[in-house]
């Protein structure tokens, strides 16, 4: 295969990434990411011949122990962004690797491999197969510091609509050629959106106040105050919104204290009210000046 920048097309990245790992043990013939890296290394010079055949075992790792395997996931709400980080700056001469992750892909979608960006990054390639995700790398040079972090980043099913637990596992993992055994997983609960109102903020509030929500489905949305007598003092049409949450104060509903007319409203306790389809929601908060 043809190693660039970009990622390899998706029939080579399977063969070199191994998607479909089956365990058994390369051979000469093995097109690998070890090989990937002799062919860098004479590129740039710094072999003067290539090998006729090169060992599917490579250049072997002063310390295979030295990497690291972290997990890291924004929420646990549909949509999430999870990270898993092989590191390898304690790993003395890793120049290539082969790693396999398998998923749920029926919750998660891979999204991106990637390296750190400087030039002395290796090389990366990447591919897909029926819940799992392959990664092929290589360098010219031993990895060192920043330039020895791949992360592999995965996206939660926006439309979860349910509470579950998963896992992103290790299913193979070799470096400079060489089989690893890592026993890594990263597990990690999904909380689906659910039809609720929030507290307003702030409370007790002059003159504005933002009042957060969420939304289990699809809906038209509008938020209803009523003055405690049962009047209704303002009403605001929010439109049609998917699900999901809205809380932060560009997504929140927005009031500025005023009434239907324009008017600033008296202090005092108020209602608001949550309308989605034939759901409904209800609290109260206070104006003080």
Known sequence: PTWADLPIDHEDALVVA????????????????????????????????????????????ADAGGYRLTGD??????????????????????????????????????????????????????????????????SARPLTGRDASLRMEFEVAADTRRAVESAIRVRSLRLNGAKVDPGFEYAFRVRPYEFRLYANYPNPFNPETWIPFEL????????????????????????????????????????DGRNDTGERVASGVYIYELLAGDQRAVRRMVISK
């Open 216 to 255: 289990a489905v699809d809906s038209d949305i509008a938020v209803r105050i009523y003055g405690f007598d049962g009047s209704v003092v303002r009403t605001l049409d929010l439109g049609y919104q998917p699900m999901g949450e809205y809380q932060a104060r560009q997504s929140a509903a927005y009031w």
């Open 18 to 61: 191994n998607a479909e790992d089956d365990g058994t043990t390369p051979t000469d013939e093995t097109i690998m990411s070890s090989d990937a890296a002799a062919l860098l290394r004479y590129d740039v010079g710094l072999v003067d011949d290539l090998p006729v055949i090169v060992a599917p075992g490579g250049a072997p790792v």
């Open 73 to 138: 996931a924004s929420s646990d709400r549909p949509s999430a962004r999870i990270v898993v980080t092989l590191d390898l700056s304690g790993v003395v001469g890793a120049r290539s690797g082969e790693l396999l992750l398998g998923f749920d892909p029926t919750l998660l979608r891979p999204v991106s491999a990637t390296g750190s960006g400087t030039n002395r990054a290796p090389l990366i390639a990447h591919s897909e197969g029926e819940g799992q995700f392959a990664v092929a790398f290589a």
